[in-house]
């Protein structure tokens, strides 16, 4: 098993997820992204142990129920080149500060992992490999153990008289507080995914969400790759909603390096946006038993698209969205998508 941790989040029963975890999961997910990641960050040693044609997608419901806790994680299945099969789970770190007892949070998960292996296959003698991986954006460089038996507190003498005795379990660090964006530029993995570290990188940082978008060529090679638009649209949707600036500023930029296909996944992030919205409204109604459930998502879904393109809106804007029917909703939704000003929403 190899394995991931993304930024653990503890939540209530009904939590909306937080735009870096979105991020997170719908990029690494893609079995393609996350072998881009770990062949770039791994060493070369164990990248040639692994057939990464071989990745697969796992979900990690059973670590939930479990632990009784909601984290942006990925878990992955591989073979290794002597055909046995291993695991990858990434979690994905992003609290204000690191988690000092993040390595025995990890065996915890590794743990839970062999536990559910072995719930289906309850007559093998061995466990898988897993590898554990941490990828961390907090505002400051990593300093916590990477090390279960850093955390065990002994005298020197005491640790070395136990010797192997002690366990033992580390995890791959992933910080990118601790690299600077050219450095995470210059790494192997593909343009998506050296683009979404580099947000995820920037996002404490006030003022540079858009900063990595002068790595233009990376932006141009993103587009270029197959179904380009669309997943880069995953990215601009996290911008969309977590960078202090004017939407059109995105817009302009991809138009201005990118053409049509720029445009295009502008346009796609903005109808992705809007479909969230309106799966979040539609949740909040059936949560609030409303029968307007439905008017309620697709108010907030315009009004997502209508702050993309136009914000600030005033109140009486917002009001007058809150207050409409579905089919005028459904109307100004499809307008909003080609619109140029907020009187050609309306009209």
């Known amino acids: 098993m190899l394995a991931f941790v993304d930024g653990v989040v503890t939540l209530g029963a009904v939590a909306e997820e937080q735009p870096h975890d979105t991020l997170f999961k719908e990029t690494f997910s893609s079995p393609e992204n996350a072998a881009s990641h770990l062949r770039a960050l791994f060493p070369s040693r164990l990248v040639q142990r692994v057939d990464w044609s071989s990745l697969t997608s796992l979900s990690t419901e059973f670590l939930v129920k479990e632990l009784d806790t909601v984290q942006a994680d990925v878990l992955l299945r591989a073979r290794l080149v002597d055909g046995r099969e291993c ?19 990890v065996l915890r998960y590794v743990v839970c992992i062999w536990a ?10 061995r466990l898988p490999a897993v590898i554990p991986c941490v990828l961390y954006h907090g505002p400051r460089p990593w300093k916590a153990a990477t090390e279960v038996a850093d955390l065990i507190e002994l005298d020197e003498a005491t640790r070395q008289a136990l010797g192997p005795l002690l366990p033992s379990l580390a995890f791959q660090l992933d910080d990118l507080r601790a690299q600077s964006a050219d450095q995470i530029q210059q790494r192997t993995a593909s343009a998506l995914v050296r683009l979404a570290l580099l947000a995820l990188r ?10 990595f978008l002068r790595f233009t060529e990376l932006v141009t090679e993103a587009l270029e790759a197959p179904s380009g638009p669309d997943a880069l649209a995953t ?10 600036v004017e939407p059109e500023q995105i817009r302009d930029f991809l138009t201005e390096q990118a053409g049509e296909k720029g445009k295009e996944a502008y346009v796609t992030a903005a109808e992705k946006l809007a479909e969230r919205g309106r799966a979040e409204g539609r949740a909040e109604g059936r949560a609030e038993g409303r029968a307007e459930g439905e008017a309620k998502g697709l108010a907030k879904a315009l009004l997502i698209q209508l702050e993309m393109k136009f914000k600030p809106l005033s109140e009486a804007t917002v009001a007058m969205v809150q207050g409409a029917t579905d089919e005028q909703l459904s109307d100004w939704i499809a307008r909003a998508v080609a619109a140029e000003t907020l009187d050609d929403v309306f009209a």
């Open 235 to 244: 990215l601009l949707c996290y911008l969309l909603k977590v960078a202090d």
């Open 202 to 211: 920037d996002a404490f940082e006030t003022g540079s969400h858009l900063g």
């Open 116 to 125: 559910d292996f072995l719930k289906q296959n309850a007559k093998a003698k």
């Open 87 to 105: 695991y990858i789970y990434v979690l994905f770190e992003h609290q204000s500060s690191e988690d000092a007892m993040m390595a025995f949070r």
